[in-house]
């Protein structure tokens, strides 16, 4: 039984069925054909009996085997490894078929190679996951061949396994790195001079262009007849949420990612640079009802913490309570914070129903209100209209286009803080908007 289960027709053989058919036709017209048509039918049962007895003579001809990494980093290249031994003495024509989670909807994976006699490979490909969870791997299927290539057996490798795709450490690793050897600036990163507002005095140094003029100590400056101001250190150790919007409009898409899959994937990076500034991170999830609350801390053990949380985080199909937020920040957080929340307003109306639950907020913290660029629209403003209903088209992104941009200025009047970005840009932004605020010491 196990013979015919991983006993299988090369497609090489239909070709020489093909040609046999073929002399058999012409033998119609020739007769001289028609003999050789017999004798072409005998070489393929003699070649294809021999070719069965090279291939199923050793039973463990070829070894295989996966490998994968703990983790996926959700929205990056993932590379996984498989390995090759071939165990025959000849070479062999392999085609190897990978059963890939069910997440990718990928069916035409196949992979080819060629190995000489006790030959091994080691092959990488790329996967990059659109959705956090559990990917279940199942098993590799190898196809051998020799170089007649009449028949193949089939080696089948139980080697299932269970993978977690998490928010994108990646990229959470890419931004500290990048924080660490001061080359933020490569990705857009702004470069800002930080320079401390706190009473803990550091020194007096000279002023340059840029120095805050209130910081000017007025005495030295009589002694060394040259300006010198107060330099003061960081405040260090500030609590900083990230405050995420489960709601139904986080579900919109973008680029196969969901909105709120970039706010996880930018929470976890920016709290991770956070944590090296030596601030305090947090974070709060909230729809209809705050789901998680984790408290801002130091540790980078909180690092881990966060991951596990926004690896558990789904968006709901109800629409988010500020008003219940508002209430949960006043019992929960006592101390002034900076406080990012993402979220995604589409229209100006939709903004004025939770405006002041946003002010309330901003009175006692440092809030930033981020939202998205619809960039689909930014398209459609770009293409010129060949008609009227492609200028009715361009005329209704525009509208959108600019209650965005009246969002933005709605929530500065109102003393919020905001940021209006592309879902690509979001990291870099919130970042870039961090250090900004660590600059002027605001937090």
Known sequence: MKFYKSLYIHSRFFAYISGVAAL???????QIFYNLAWVAILIVVVFGLFDLFLLFKTKKGILSKRTLPDNFSNS?????????ENNYAMPVFLSIVDELPIQFQKRDFEYTTTLKASESETFQYPIIPFERGEYFFG???????????????????????????????????????????????EFGLKKIRRIGHTMEFEKIKNYVAGDDVRTINWKATAKRAALMINQYQDEKSQPI???????????????????????????????????????????????????NVVAASNKKTNLSILNEVLYNVNTEFNDADFGFLNGMIKRKINQRSLLILYTNFEHIS????????????????????????????????????EDVQGIYHKTIAEKFSYEKRLIVKELEKSGVHSILTKPNLLSVNVINKYLEFKSKGLI
């Open 24 to 30: 058999f036709l012409i033998s119609y017209w020739f």
């Open 139 to 185: 098993n590799i299927n190898v196809y051998a061949s020799t170089s007649l290539k009449i028949f193949a057996k089939k080696y089948q490798f139980d080697n299932e396994k269970k993978v977690a795709v998490y928010p994108s450490y990646i990229q959470m690793k890419k931004y500290e790195f990048l924080a660490m050897s001061n080359r933020l600036t």
């Open 76 to 84: 990056d290249e993932n590379q996984v490894a498989i390995f090759l």
């Open 350 to 385: 939709a903004l004025k129903r939770q405006l002041p639950y946003l002010k309330s907020i901003a009175k006692k913290h440092l809030l930033v209100t981020v939202f998205f660029e619809n960039t689909a629209l930014d398209a459609l403003i770009k293409e010129r209209a």
């Open 241 to 291: 949420y990230s405050i995420i919007d489960t709601s139904r409009a986080m579900k919109m898409p973008f680029e196969k990612l969901k909105l709120l899959d970039y706010a996880i994937n930018a929470t976890l990076a920016f709290s991770n640079i956070a944590l090296l500034k030596n601030d305090k991170v947090g974070m709060m999830t909230f729809a209809e009802k705050v789901d």
